[in-house]
């Protein structure tokens, strides 16, 4: 620890920028909000209907409390994982620049950026595998029903109530949040069973609220991250898929894992961190971000998938 080349140092106004900033263009806080965690690995309730339910809470005079029988609570493991992403720095490059902290900056941004959508990467795969969901909670569309599909007959109206109704059978309440790939939501605005329920009103485009509205979801948004493996094609990392949940909404400040909710991310405390070491004798400048997380499914009664919307 006596060379400056071995000396890590917590950079606490880079780690302040990097625990405050997010990407407008990431939509997996709005289907796995995060929670705090002091440890690696726990336990947390998996949800189930009873989580949901409303209760009796009215006493007349002299009578006795309304007591809640207790269900039988079980328990499902979650384990967080390190991530980090560096990149260095040549005192040149430092000499050169205007001012070194807004370099400085603009670079951790570029990292957690990197980290963000590893995160949007894991939360799609991990609510789009079909395998996750009970039974009777997705429906995967063939080539024949597809909302594109000229010759379907599938409504997508109808498709999508059903699966708020799945839900509701399932955990009593509707779901609040609903999520789209790009694909998706492009073929949704120009769907004929969309367009004939705004028709009168003298509207030319279809927008998220106005799905918002017709659907009676309170919170609709259209995964439009991308992503390469070869860095000259890519891909949406949210596909032609469209899934409903109950999420919870509560104040970040207010929130706990404990709240029933579709699923979370497991945020370790302190994290995401920015720190930084020198190599090469001081001459390189090493910046480094690290986050540590989990994300995981909770409630799997309060999500429903419609899956392959597009041809």
């Not at 390189?284 to 998938?305: E, F, H, Q, S, V």
């Amino acid at each position: 620890m006596s060379t400056l080349d071995n000396l890590r140092m917590i950079d606490p106004v880079l780690t302040s920028l990097a625990q405050g900033y997010s990407n407008s263009n990431l939509i997996y806080d709005r289907l796995f909000p995060a929670v705090s965690v002091s440890k690696q690995k726990g336990k947390v309730p998996l949800f189930g209907r009873e989580s949901f339910m409303a209760h009796q809470t009215e006493r007349a005079v002299r009578s006795s409390s309304n007591r809640m029988l207790p269900g039988d609570i079980q328990l499902i493991n979650f384990q967080t994982q390190e991530r980090d992403i560096e990149a260095a720095i040549d005192y040149l490059e430092e000499e050169e620049a205007l001012a070194n902290l807004k370099y400085e900056k603009r670079l951790t941004q570029q990292l957690i950026d990197i980290l963000q959508l590893g995160k949007e990467i894991e939360a799609s795969l991990t609510s789009q595998d079909i395998n996750n969901y009970e039974s009777g909670m997705y429906r995967s569309l063939l080539d024949s029903e597809t909302f594109d599909n000229i010759s379907s007959t599938t409504n997508p109206n109808e498709l999508i109530l059903e699966g708020k109704e799945a839900i509701r059978n399932k955990i009593a309440i509707y779901p609040n949040t609903m999520i789209m790939g790009n694909s998706t939501y492009r073929v949704l605005c120009k769907h004929a069973s969309i367009l004939d329920k705004i028709k009168f009103n003298g509207i030319q485009k279809v927008t998220r609220d106005m799905i918002s509205d017709i659907f009676e979801i309170e919170n609709v948004y259209v995964g439009m991250a991308v992503h390469t493996n070869d860095g000259s094609t890519f891909s949406d990392i949210w596909e032609d898929n469209i899934i409903l949940a109950y999420v919870d909404n509560t104040a970040k400040e207010n929130r706990t894992e404990f709240n029933p909710s579709f699923g979370y991310t497991f945020q370790r405390t302190g994290m995401p961190e920015t720190d930084s070491y020198y190599e090469n004798g001081g001459k390189i400048k090493i910046i480094r971000c690290t986050d540590n997380y989990g994300i995981k499914i909770t409630a799997p009664d309060a999500g429903y998938l419609i899956k392959n919307t597009n041809q």
